[in-house]
């Protein structure tokens, strides 16, 4: 996984032989960080399918991360 900011060595890392997944990586809202988190778990294939099916259900507060 490499921020889009740095999706010019993209290949070089493909080329290393190591999956590359480009994706913005600065979780600067909830909605992002959650999104961020659907693109790891679909990359590493544990999550299939469209991201707008996977969500996230409501956190109790008491797990949410304070920003």
């Known amino acids: ?3 889009q900011a740095d999706e ?6 493909e080329a290393a032989g190591v ?3 480009v994706a913005p990586t600065v979780m600067r809202t909830h909605e992002i960080a959650a999104d961020l988190a659907r693109t790891v ?4 294939g544990t999550v299939t399918g ?15 991360v304070r920003w």
């Open 41 to 44: 778990l679909a990359a590493c």
């Open 50 to 64: 469209p991201p707008a099916l996977h969500r996230a259900r409501p956190v109790p507060s008491v797990y949410r």
């Open 8 to 13: 010019d060595v993209a290949a070089e890392v």
């Open 19 to 21: 999956n590359c997944v």
């Open 1 to 3: 996984m490499i921020d």
